[in-house]
């Protein structure tokens, strides 16, 4: 490496990104430049070629007032353009100095009246029928592609430039052309990307703030202004609005290593802001009238309409086919009776396709459950927890996860990009979803560095010289999420917490009239075998009183009694309160992995002897062997309470099966009765809470407890009945 050439350091693209481009204190040569002060338009700067014009030097003219310099047509003239300055209006005018033609544009600069006279040329004014042209073709375009590769036809059909580009900007200030018009000769730039360097964030707020910015010979002599800073501020001039403006040296290198001498950008915005340019260059210089200026500022603020329509139609019809994909997803959460995002399993593909994943994962405080290509459990549980971390709340994306969470880099070819959703705290509840890696290859105009090297005046840094294809390999990201995919995702956070406290007030009332149906079981059924209780202590104690000894065998009777009365009240409080946690969210199992054919033996072992003394078959299928993470006690109470009805609905002679299957991903049990069936009416009643409460000594909470116990684990208890033809319950819970 030579001593006049070092790599680009982070100080150089410091200066690059704070240049002062907007304080040059100089003009392109091809016009002329005044300041005045206000309001009587004293002259305070000048540019140092108006000697050529007026005659007279910059300093012989500085302290005058403009208007004795001119007649008094030309000084009208000039009063006229001071004062649409002030007003913040832009009219051009014509005038005519020293046997030459000139369009004067004005505009006010910290509180000084910037005029600046721009040569006139008479051949140019023929543009309404080429502007009327281009206009109707905009305006009948309802196609964005077609838009964009017409605009850049008609601006070169109207200024003549040999290349005319569509620049966009990307979230990162990186350019890339994306619609061509250029001569059959050169070489196409569509499809190249630029850095953000080439046009800098100040370079790019100066084009948010100008519709045009035209360099017709980039190889001019900057001319500077006299003095180089006002007088009556001491501030150089802030010529940000200037027409005239000198370039940056930068960036007429830069012009000069690209292989052209002129050109011209127009602005795009979109509700203000920059999106890109269309952007023309010329391999010879040239320079455009003011009236071809204006029709190329017609265009493009057309262009900036039209286009900003055609991409709200674009998203509101793309916003639109996501809507019956948000619609099955709130029915599929609405249906869940576990908490509201495990909904969003009953419709995997709907969950996948509405922001284009490859996988997913609902992370419910410990429990995780995935669909599709996914990270290992223990990677899904630890991005849950960095994302919550990231951002508590709204929708977090990237296409980069492992710059912000490191271990990703370990599972880039599952998740190299995330998107999320959170609902609010206390619990954790995330949605997440996944997208691969994939292999990219930008094609940049040019490596895209700069280099610092040693000149004249000392170290400045120069832009790249070569501007040949240069491909960049991209790995360890995704393709990016498009804000329709981001929209959809913060409407179905939007539509879960909607659902989540609409569960939680009809959960409040269900608490109110659970806590009057608790009072009225406790009162009925505790009242009976409570009064059991004291009849028969009373016994006891009158026959104590009375020194008379109860005979055993009536005394066993009585205490038998009594102890059954106990029996029952401590079943039926333990039912509530198992009940009651089940109501309350805060059911809690003890899960380990336990054989799916292990449950149903030992449920079969449990409940044999009470099968044979009612005379009834019990009877157990082998199914396939698999295993399930699950809490082995709830489950056999589940089946306890599955088995005790079968049985005791049964008639004598009846049989009762106890089966296991497995299906893709789940196991399902059944118990399958020949008892007298449950009527259709009926099957999801007596699921309810103190259903039939007190019928054959029930407390009418059996079945809702293990409706309960079994979604805690994930899974869904229901019946399949016909009256006469008996009935049999199932439940599934994920398979492990």
């Avoid at 802001?273 to 391999?283: K, R």
């Avoid at 709130?330 to 709907?350: F, H, I, N, Y």
Wanted: charged fraction near 25%; hydrophobic fraction near 40%.
């Amino acid at each position: 490496m030579s001593s006049e050439q070092q790599p680009i350091t982070d100080e150089d693209l410091a200066y690059c990104s704070q240049e002062p481009i907007h304080i040059p204190g100089a003009i392109q040569s091809y016009g002329y430049l005044f300041v005045c002060s206000k309001p009587k338009l004293k002259l305070l700067q000048v540019s140092a070629n108006v000697e050529a014009l007026l005659g007279r030097s910059p300093e012989a003219l500085l302290g005058q007032t403009l208007a004795v310099q001119l007649d008094d047509e030309l000084a009208r003239q000039v009063w006229e353009a001071a004062q649409d300055a002030r007003l913040g209006e832009v009219e051009l005018k014509r005038l005519h100095i020293a046997g030459r033609t000139f369009d004067l544009a004005a505009h006010e600069s910290e509180d000084a009246i910037v005029l600046e006279l721009l040569p006139f040329d008479e051949g140019a004014q023929q543009v309404e029928a080429g502007l009327l042209r281009a206009v109707r073709a905009l305006q009948s375009i309802t196609d964005i592609e077609a838009l964009r590769r017409t605009v850049v036809q008609v601006v070169r059909e109207l200024t003549g430039f040999d290349r005319v580009m569509l620049y966009r900007f990307d979230e990162a200030g990186h350019g890339e052309v994306i619609a061509e018009d250029k001569l059959e000769r050169l070489p196409p730039y569509l499809g190249l990307r630029y850095p953000a360097t080439d046009i800098p964030a100040q370079a790019r707020e100066l084009y948010r703030s100008n519709w045009l910015r035209l360099i017709p010979d980039a190889a001019y002599e900057p001319v500077p202004l006299v003095p180089e800073r006002r007088p009556d501020t001491g501030k150089a001039l802030d010529m940000s609005h200037a027409v005239l403006r000198s370039v940056s040296p930068i960036h007429r290198e830069y012009m000069a290593n690209a292989g052209f001498a002129a050109s011209m950008s127009i602005s795009l915005l979109d509700r203000g802001e920059l999106w890109g340019l269309i952007s023309c260059v010329h391999c010879t210089p040239r320079r455009l009238s003011q009236p071809v200026l204006r029709a190329c500022e017609s265009i493009g603020r057309l262009m900036s309409l039209q286009h900003g329509a055609l991409q709200e139609f674009q998203k509101r019809t793309q916003r639109e086919a996501k809507q019956s994909l948000l619609q099955r997803l709130a029915v599929a959460m609405r249906a869940s009776r576990r908490d509201v995002p495990m909904g969003l399993l009953r419709e995997p593909q709907a969950l996948l396709e509405l922001v284009g994943a490859a996988g997913a994962a609902i992370a419910v405080d410990e429990e995780i459950q995935s669909i599709g290509r996914c990270p290992p459990v223990v990677e899904i549980d630890a991005l849950a927890k960095h994302v919550l971390q990231l951002q508590q709340r709204g929708v977090f994306h990237t296409d980069h996860l492992q710059e912000l969470h490191p271990p990703a880099a370990h599972y880039t070819d599952v998740a190299a990009g995330v998107l999320a959703i959170a609902a609010p705290p206390p619990v954790r509840r995330v949605v997440l979803w996944f997208l691969p890696e994939q292999m990219q290859t930008v094609n940049w105009a040019g490596k895209p560095v700069k280099r610092v090297e040693q000149g004249p005046e000392g170290p400045r840094l120069h832009p790249r010289r070569s501007f040949e294809l240069w491909q960049d390999f991209v790995s360890g990201r995704s393709r990016a999420w498009t804000p329709t995919e981001l929209w959809a995702a913060a409407e179905l956070r939007r539509s879960l917490i909607e659902l989540d406290l609409e569960r939680r007030v009809v959960r409040e009332r269900e608490a109110v009239r659970a806590r009057e149906e608790l009072l009225g079981v406790v009162s009925h059924d505790l009242r009976t075998p409570l009064s059991v209780i004291r009849v028969h202590t009373g016994l006891i104690r009158r026959d104590l009183d009375k020194q008379q000894a109860l005979e055993p065998e009536r005394l066993a009777q009585v205490l038998g009694r009594m102890e059954r009365a106990g029996e029952r009240m401590q079943a039926l409080i333990e039912d509530l309160l198992v009940a009651h946690r089940i109501d309350a969210g805060g059911f809690e199992l003890e899960k380990s992995l336990v054989a799916a054919q292990a449950l149903v033996d030992e449920a079969f072992h449990a409940m044999a002897p009470v099968a044979e003394k009612k005379g009834v078959r019990l009877e157990r299928s082998a199914g396939e062997a698999a295993m399930v993470l699950a809490d082995a006690g709830r489950l056999a109470q589940v089946f306890s309470n599955l088995l005790s009805n079968a049985l005791r609905f049964t008639p004598e002679g009846g049989v009762v099966r106890l089966g296991v299957n497995t299906t893709p991903g789940r196991v399902e049990f059944t118990v399958e009765d020949t008892g007298p069936g449950i009527p259709t009416e009926q099957q999801e009643k007596i699921f309810q809470r103190y259903h039939a409460a007190g019928a054959k000594g029930g407390t009418g909470l059996g079945l809702y407890i293990a409706r309960g116990l079994v979604e805690a684990h994930g899974g869904r208890l229901g019946v399949r009945s016909r009256p006469g033809e008996g009935s049999c319950f199932y439940f599934d819970i994920p398979r492990a």
